[in-house]
């Protein structure tokens, strides 16, 4: 699949019901038939939206991880804490569960963020929130992560 572009505002309806913008829906089209996993985030309160095929490809490094190891366990618990196989319906719509919706605080406005292949579910505040904490140090960050100048650990 290739990489997810766009930030879309969006409302959600009392039931936890989103209908998909239709140019990230469009996106998403390859992985409509094969479902997705909604997820906790590790380190924001927001949702991941994984396609099933990138779902499957994180599985199989997460089943690498030796299970008589403690840590790596914990990991594995809390990584698929709240984990739900979820569908897009024929009109666009997709059911965040209601246990997802008090995790990420949702509230009626929210954004959908694409993360190169995955999408973030966000409640519209808190991401708003979260952007503008994060600006005051992205040039920082940005030069840290992607400044390398070698190829194995930056961009150019």
């Known amino acids: 699949m290739?990489?997810?572009i766009g930030t879309y505002e969006c409302k959600v309806?009392?039931?936890?019901?989103?209908?998909?913008?239709?140019a990230l829906k469009k996106q998403l089209s390859p992985a409509l038939q094969n479902g997705f996993v909604?997820?906790?985030?590790?380190?924001?309160?927001?949702?991941?939206?994984?396609?099933m095929s990138e779902w499957e490809a994180l599985m199989q490094k997460i089943n690498k991880l030796n299970r008589f190891k403690k840590?790596?366990?914990?990991?594995?618990?809390?990584?698929?804490?709240?984990?739900?196989?979820?569908?897009?319906?024929?009109?666009?719509?997709?059911?965040?569960?209601?246990?997802?919706?008090v995790f990420a605080d949702i509230s009626?406005?929210?954004?959908?963020?694409?993360?190169?292949?995955?999408?973030?579910?966000w409640d519209k505040d808190?991401?708003?929130?979260?952007?503008?904490?994060?600006?005051?140090?992205?040039?920082?960050?940005?030069?840290?992560v992607m400044g390398q100048d070698d190829d194995e650990h930056g961009v150019s």
């Open 13 to 22: 309806d009392a039931k936890g019901r989103l209908m998909l913008p239709a």
């Open 71 to 101: 840590k790596n366990n914990d990991f594995i618990r809390r990584f698929t804490a709240g984990v739900k196989v979820v569908e897009i319906d024929a009109t666009g719509r997709l059911l965040i569960p209601k246990d997802l919706v």
């Open 126 to 144: 808190k991401y708003e929130q979260t952007i503008d904490d994060a600006a005051v140090n992205f040039a920082d960050l940005a030069e840290e």
């Open 38 to 51: 909604l997820k906790r985030a590790v380190f924001q309160s927001c949702l991941e939206l994984y396609p």
């Open 108 to 121: 009626k406005e929210i954004v959908l963020s694409a993360a190169v292949n995955i999408v973030e579910i």
């Open 2 to 4: 290739n990489s997810l």
